[in-house]
């Protein structure tokens, strides 16, 4: 008997899908509405029945009855009342690495989204970044973004390495932009630029002759820093306290917003990454020099969730901002210390 030719065998394959897509629907998803998903998604986001249901435009009688569906359905609690709201139990925290990507894709598949026009778009971004990043490279982007697609709006959210991968999950923000050394499989990154620590002062009030800075006179001078855990004491003191060395820090605030007006009235140094230095540089006339011992550098990468990879218009602003900081200027390549 002749073999098949290899048209028949493609008909074949595509047969036993069919018929193995078929047995999977029938098997598993008869018992399930898929309905109940979103109410799943709602529900993990808000912990909270009431504001599920306002999150959904639904009644709350609506959402409890979806809720005893979705615990039939996977015979399981999934979510168990507490004094602070809806805990979800580890069945449910184990459906949603499943659910959400799933849904993310259904969403992007629904809107149809297979080309983006930037020059007519009036769509919004939601993108996450600390604020110093917000502070050094939103004003670069938004330039741009008049120049090329005008009527395109932008949300910054605040986020770091700890928050950034729920935020994603939960669709709070469509892309990241920061330091994000490990990432789950199911998320998508992109390298930018690299940056390191430098030192920072008004050449007013501190006179440091020359381009480089001395250990002395980095230690001479009151320091001011950014500090997320709210004291006196950051990354930099750290690794002073290698070589046995003090620095006298007279104030810490948790942003960045406030330190260069503080050096640029008090004889005073401070110490930040590069970009926001490059910054400071060019608004305020600040001078900067290289740290007197070496320190670590740190990638900036963007982050999204592989489920919005054919989303044209995510993919566009990825591309837009890799132009922007891909090959990075790093202050020493603009020859400013």
């Known amino acids: ?23 999977i629907i029938e098997s598993d998803f008869r018992g399930l509405d898929l309905n109940l998903l979103p109410v799943f ?21 609506a959402v409890s009855g979806a809720l005893k569906r979705l615990r039939a359905a996977f015979a399981d609690e ?6 602070h709201g809806m805990r979800p139990t580890p069945r449910a925290l184990e459906l949603a690495r499943a659910i959400d990507p799933l849904l993310l894709s259904l969403q992007q598949a629904l809107r149809n989204q297979s080309s983006f026009e930037p020059s007519t778009s009036t769509r919004v971004f939601r993108i996450g970044l600390t604020d110093a990043l917000e502070v050094a490279l939103m004003p670069q982007i938004m330039l741009k973004l008049s ?14 390495a700890p928050r950034v991968i729920g935020m994603l999950d939960s669709s709070e923000i469509e892309i990241a932009l920061g330091v994000f ?53 950051g990354f930099i003191d750290e690794e002073l306290e290698k070589r046995k060395l003090h620095r006298r820090v007279v104030f810490s605030s948790p942003n960045f917003a406030t330190s260069p007006f503080i050096v640029q009235r008090m004889p005073a140094l401070t110490t930040v990454p ?13 001078e900067v020099r290289p740290l007197p011992f070496p320190v670590p550098e740190f990638q900036v990468s963007l982050l999204w969730t592989a489920a919005n990879e054919a989303d044209a218009g995510l993919r566009w602003l990825r591309s837009l901002l890799a132009d922007v900081f891909s090959p990075a200027e790093h202050f020493t390549e603009k020859e400013r210390i």
Not at 7 to 22: A, D, E, H, N, T
Not at 52 to 59: I, V, W
Not at 147 to 160: E, F, N, Q
């Open 147 to 160: 120049k090329i697609a005008p009527g395109v709006g932008l949300i910054s959210r605040s986020t770091d």
């Open 41 to 61: 998604h709602a529900l993990l986001l808000e912990r909270s029945v009431t504001r599920a249901a306002g999150r959904l435009f639904m009644g709350q009688p």
């Open 1 to 23: 008997m002749p073999a098949p030719s290899r048209s028949v065998r493609g008909s074949l394959i595509s047969l036993k899908s069919f018929v193995l897509i078929m047995n």
């Open 78 to 83: 999934l979510f168990v009342r507490t004094s």
């Open 181 to 233: 050394p490990e990432r789950p499989s199911w998320q998508q990154r992109r390298d930018l630029f690299r940056w390191r620590f430098v030192c920072v002062f008004n050449p007013q009030l501190v006179k440091i002759g020359g381009k480089k800075l001395s250990m002395a006179q980095y230690l001479r001078y009151p320091h001011v820093i950014t500090s997320f855990s709210g004291g006196l004491r």
């Open 274 to 286: 590069t970009f926001i230095a490059a910054a400071w540089f060019d608004a305020l006339g600040l």
